[in-house]
């Protein structure tokens, strides 16, 4: 097929401009605006400062907020569907000229649902579904009908075109959301950062650093408060990542819990599914997470799709046995975190000491480097060349991080026979780490999200904290604590150490305190498979101490 589409670079710039294009001409920010706000900005306050949004609708999209009120208020018709999308399409304008944060944009279509679900609840005194009339946002791979899905090249743009929504997106669209617009990814979708043809994402607490990746740029608009609910995805711990560097919530499930939500062809390798994808939602609370868990396992989506475990959302308490057994991983043995998260870490474990309520224990990263290198050998099995191929369609250049990914130990083409021992291989590691879990004598682990707080772009360069829980398919959450990295309380060690490996000495090195202020500081809660709930149950006691305090 003779691609629409010219070669690099123009394929990216008529891209950009038709999305930018796109943009309602009296929700364009003026220059003099933007330019109020220079790289390393907090922009949290820029919808307010617009001057494009009603007190009505900056309350609507207030980020203290989240889908579960905005849910209650349509509900008991204080605000009705389209006043919701329009304050939402109004913030996401904002965010996306200041962040980069959208690929695809279709507020008129959404403002025609949102229209027909108004008429419809006022015509029949029925709500549509249980999220009738919710904003959700959507990454760039995931499938809408009609619309384009890339996975970050630009050789994918005449490609990959949805006859059909993808089957959660169809799901949350039965269950009466809006939908209005698409996020931004990286190139390949596999850094934990966010730049591709379409731009590069930026943090809106401070625009010198990364929103994550690759759902970064569902986690910017969230943040920002552009999007009530936004969905991702997670194989290396690509919403883990975003919601961290953004201080939001998340939850990677366990795999085969939700059907596929990428568009077919879009994947990194098609067909490898060496370490599965999981989907799910990035949010503003906890309880948002577990409304989207229960909305989509309430459409029983086994019944449509094979491999699914048949196993509902069960949002009842969970019977503890005496205290909450609450292992804390204070580093995965391979790298240090830095000051700040060391910080969050110590400062979790103090507060809920004092509620009398967990039995904290320390827990051993027993075979968490072999997770790590176990998952950086399955990622790209065909050696990278699946990722040369999709840059050459235009001719698109690699981005650093690209490179430096595909680059990475054990990362090679394998032989149908090399792959098929690798595959054993993993499941040996699968069942020695799950054996060493249950010695442990745990309910669920406490630990870093990443090595830092957010990074400064271009330069998040570990995953292991959350791709060894990916290699063994554990469930786990993404909170934010309510601290921020202070240049103050979190200086640059000066304790001489000498370094683990190569990994440890570039996260230690890669520290700037002054860079790194005020970036939001994130946990992470883990459980084994399938204790999905568990892990949420468990963060609700976690955040009866949160906000912390510095």
Same mark, same amino acid.
């Given at each position: 097929m ?6 690099? +670079?123009?394929? !990216?710039r ?27 900005? =907090? ?26 009120a ?9 605000? *009705? ?6 304050? %939402? ?12 944060c ?11 649902? !949102? ?12 709500l /549509?579904?249980? @999220? ?12 809408l ?14 490609? @990959? ?42 943090n ?32 290396g ?5 975003? !919601? ?11 795999t ?84 700040? $998260?060391? #910080? ?9 000491? #004092?509620?009398?309520? %967990?039995?904290? $224990? ?27 191929? #999709?840059? /050459? ?15 990475? +130990? ?38 870093? $999200?990443?090595?830092g707080?957010a ?10 904290? *959350?791709?060894a829980?990916?290699? !063994?398919?554990? +469930?786990? /959450? ?25 990994? =440890? ?29 568990? $892990?949420?149950?468990?963060? #609700? ?10």
């Amino acid at each position: 097929m003779e691609s629409l589409y010219p070669s690099w +670079p123009q394929a !990216a710039r008529n891209a950009v401009a038709e999305r930018d294009a796109s943009i309602p001409a009296d929700l364009r920010l003026p220059l003099d605006f933007i330019a109020s706000y220079p790289a390393g900005s =907090d922009v949290l306050n820029a919808a307010a400062t617009s001057g494009l949004l009603s007190e009505k609708e900056l309350q609507i999209t207030d980020t203290s907020s989240d889908a579960t009120a905005i849910l209650s208020a349509i509900k008991n018709k204080d605000v *009705t569907a389209v006043e919701v999308l329009t304050a %939402f399409m109004k913030r996401a304008a904002i965010a996306h000229q200041l962040l980069c944060c959208l690929t695809q944009i279709s507020f008129e279509e959404g403002l025609a649902r !949102a229209k027909e679900l108004d008429d419809y609840y006022e015509r029949t005194g029925e709500l /549509a579904g249980p @999220l009738h009339g919710l904003p959700i946002s959507v990454k760039d791979y995931m499938g809408l009908k009609g619309k384009r899905a890339t996975g970050g090249f630009s050789g994918d743009l005449d490609r @990959l075109i949805s006859t059909e929504n993808s089957p959660v997106n169809q799901i949350l669209w039965d269950a009466g959301c809006v939908f209005y617009c698409k996020t931004n990814v990286p190139q390949s979708m596999m850094h934990l950062e966010t730049k591709s043809f379409w731009g590069q994402t930026l943090n809106p607490h401070n625009t010198h650093l990364t929103s994550g990746g690759s759902s970064g740029g569902c986690g910017a608009l969230v943040a920002f408060g552009g999007s009530p609910l936004s969905i991702g995805s997670d194989i290396g711990g690509s919403l883990r990542s975003p !919601a961290s560097c953004c201080g939001i919530y998340t939850l990677k499930p366990t795999t085969g819990r939700l059907p596929s939500n990428g568009l077919p062809g879009c994947g990194v390798v098609p067909g490898n599914d060496a370490i599965l994808a999981t989907c799910g939602p990035l949010a503003r609370s906890s309880r948002d997470i577990v409304l989207f868990f229960d909305v989509v396992l309430k459409a029983q989506p086994w019944l449509q799709h094979m491999g699914l475990v048949p196993l509902p959302w069960k949002p009842e308490n969970i019977k503890w046995t005496g205290k909450i057994r609450l292992g804390v991983m204070w580093d995965d043995g391979n790298v240090q975190p830095q000051p700040p $998260v060391r #910080r969050a870490l110590k400062a979790m474990t103090e507060a809920l000491k #004092r509620t009398n309520k %967990f039995d904290l $224990v320390d827990y051993d990263p027993k075979f968490h480097k072999e997770l790590v290198l176990m998952a950086q050998s399955l990622y790209f099995t065909d050696g990278g060349a699946s990722v040369h191929a #999709r840059a /050459a369609v235009t001719g698109e250049p690699l981005c650093h991080l690209t490179e430096w990914v595909i680059s990475l +130990p054990g990362v090679k083409d394998h032989t149908s026979h090399q792959l098929w021992e690798l595959l054993l291989e993993r499941d040996a590691l699968r069942a020695k780490y799950y054996s060493h879990w249950n010695s442990q004598n745990i309910d669920v682990l406490l630990c870093p $999200v990443q090595y830092g707080a957010a990074q400064p772009l271009q330069t998040t360069k570990y995953w292991g904290y *959350t791709s060894a829980f990916n290699c !063994a398919d554990f +469930p786990a /959450a993404v909170f934010p604590t309510g601290l921020k990295a202070s240049a103050t309380l979190d200086p640059k060690d000066t304790e001489p150490r000498e370094a683990w490996n190569e990994a =440890d000495a570039y996260c230690a090195a890669a520290y700037d305190p002054l860079l790194s202020n005020d970036a939001p500081l994130s946990l992470q809660l883990v459980s084994k498979r399938h204790a999905d709930e568990v $892990v949420m149950q468990a963060l #609700r006691e976690i955040e009866k101490v949160l906000p912390l305090r510095d």
